[in-house]
């Protein structure tokens, strides 16, 4: 796997060098930031949910592989942030989001590069079963530990509006409906689609904070191994104790082991959150998932990993 990790990396630190060089304009990365995640990825994750042929009973394996995982952390992490009351309510929210969100482009581009079609097709419907579940989690969370009362209807709303979200659940119901959409549609999507998983990691690069002053260490290392560790070793016991099949448990214990999500740092920025923990979460995260991720097949002896 560390075959496949190593070139995401190197264009992550390309995203580096470019903003700390100066070698594009100013306007580079919220440029390229907002044409990938409101045309580019949803390409990708249309054409990819769209092409699979999903079996009832994969699609169940998966849902329980992944969501429960998820749910079990945040209680893991509700009972961590009880014990420590002196933690802000901003930093709180971060715990949290850091404790649960995918990094959908890291994950997606290393599985494209090292999985089976079929297992990362699984990884992409993993994506599309948890981003809603995660993203209302979120907000709750960040509306809750401000101060005031979750609006459902905004959450709602703010799902609704998510392109990401909007275009994984509408390759869904594509497949589902056994639609066959033309080839040179097809092939227009997985043009935009390659070019969103390196815009992508490029920007995922341009956020990285090299800094940890103000970014409590006791948060970073408890949200951290909460994520990188405990959600996948939590998906590979529930994948053993309902004998799942070997390619769910794969693609499963892959999606938890992923760092923290990006845009978790423009979810906390408008909505209240610590962002300086939260760039920090996601630096580290994403540093230390070169040695974490290919841990994630580890965790299943049952492969032969």
């Given amino acids: 796997m560390l075959a496949s990790i190593i070139p995401v990396f190197v264009i992550i630190l390309l995203g580096v060098a470019i903003r700390r060089f100066g070698w594009m304009p100013a306007d580079f990365f919220p440029s390229i930031e907002k044409f990938s995640y409101n045309i580019a990825f949803p390409a990708m994750l249309f054409a990819g949910t769209a092409r699979l042929s999903f079996h009832g009973s994969q699609v169940g394996e998966l849902a329980l592989a992944t969501l429960l995982p998820t749910f079990l952390i945040v209680a893991l992490t509700l009972g961590s942030l009880l014990l420590w009351p002196a933690l802000p309510g901003a930093s709180r929210s971060s715990v949290m989001q850091g404790a649960m969100r995918p990094n959908t482009y890291f994950g997606l581009a290393v599985a494209g590069l090292f999985f089976d079609a079929r297992t990362a097709s699984l990884v992409m419907l993993s994506l599309a079963l948890c981003l809603p579940v995660v993203n209302a989690l979120s907000v709750v969370a960040l509306a809750w530990w401000s101060g005031s009362k979750p609006n459902l209807a905004t959450v709602g709303k703010t799902l609704a509006r998510n392109p990401i979200i909007q275009a994984t659940l509408a390759g869904v119901l594509v497949s589902l409906a056994g639609v066959q959409l033309p080839a040179a549609a097809m092939n227009t999507l997985d043009i935009l689609g390659k070019a969103a998983t390196a815009l992508g990691l490029l920007c995922v690069g341009g956020g990285l904070v090299f800094s940890l002053e103000g970014a409590r260490p006791a948060a970073l290392t408890l949200t951290s191994v909460l994520k990188l560790l405990v959600m996948p070793l939590l998906a590979a016991q529930i994948c053993l104790v309902f004998a799942v099949s070997p390619q769910v448990a794969l ?24 962002t300086r923990l939260m760039a920090s979460l996601i630096t580290l995260q994403t540093l230390l998932a070169i040695v974490t991720v290919p841990l994630s097949r580890q965790f299943m002896p049952w492969l032969g990993a």
């Fill in 251 to 274: 693609a499963a214990c892959f999606y938890c082991a992923l760092p923290t999500a990006p845009n978790a740092y423009i979810m906390a920025k408008q909505l209240g959150g610590d």
